[in-house]
C-alpha cells in the first residue's frame, strides 16, 4: 500500500512538472510570437546599393517616386508596393518578370507534379531571399500566380 501511493505521488509530481513545463514553453512561444510581430526580433535587412535603386526605378517607371530620389537608406521592402502595382496588375509571364527583376534572381525551384514553378529574388544582394514570385505553368508557357515579399513571412 505504501509504495503504490509512493508511486502515485511520483506520478502525480511529474505530470505536475511536465504540464507547467508545457505551459511554460507555450508562454515562451506566445511572448516570442508577439515580439516578432511587433518588428523586435527582425534582423535589419542592409540597405540597397544606388545602381540597384535607380535601376527598379526605371524598370518599375517610377523615377518621380521619392524613394527615387532619397538621401536615406532604401531597403527591399521599400520597393513591395511598387513590385506588387507594377507586377501584379496584368498577366505577366516569367519572361516579362525576368525584364524587371532578372538581375537579382538567386533560384529557380519547379515542380513538374503540379505545374508550378517559383523564382527567387535578393534586391540588397545580402544573400537572403526578398521576393519570391510563383507561376503557373512551365518556363515556356507561364503566367505570374504570387507574389510574396520577406516581410511578409511568405517564406
Keep these: 500500500m505504501k509504495t503504490k501511493n509512493k508511486i502515485l505521488r511520483t506520478n502525480s509530481k511529474l505530470i505536475l512538472y511536465a504540464t507547467v513545463s508545457i505551459l511554460t514553453l507555450a508562454l515562451l ?9 511587433a518588428g523586435y526580433l527582425i534582423e535589419k535587412q542592409e540597405p540597397m546599393i544606388q545602381d540597384d535603386i535607380q535601376y527598379l526605378c526605371m524598370k518599375l517607371d517610377m523615377e518621380k517616386e521619392d524613394i527615387c530620389s532619397s538621401n536615406e537608406s532604401v531597403y527591399p521592402q521599400d520597393f513591395s508596393p511598387y513590385i506588387s502595382s507594377n507586377l501584379e496588375s496584368t498577366s505577366l509571364t516569367y519572361d516579362d518578370v525576368q525584364d524587371v527583376l532578372g538581375q537579382f534572381q538567386t533560384n529557380l525551384e519547379e515542380d513538374h507534379s503540379l505545374k508550378v514553378f517559383v523564382i527567387y529574388y535578393d534586391l540588397n544582394r545580402d544573400n537572403e531571399t526578398d521576393v519570391s514570385i510563383y507561376f503557373g505553368g512551365n518556363l515556356k508557357n507561364n503566367t505570374l500566380n504570387t507574389i510574396l515579399f520577406s516581410e511578409e513571412g511568405g517564406f
Excluded: E, G, I
Excluded at 512561444?29 to 510581430?37: D, E, F, I, K, Q
Design 29 to 37: 512561444c506566445v511572448a516570442l510570437l508577439m515580439l516578432r510581430s
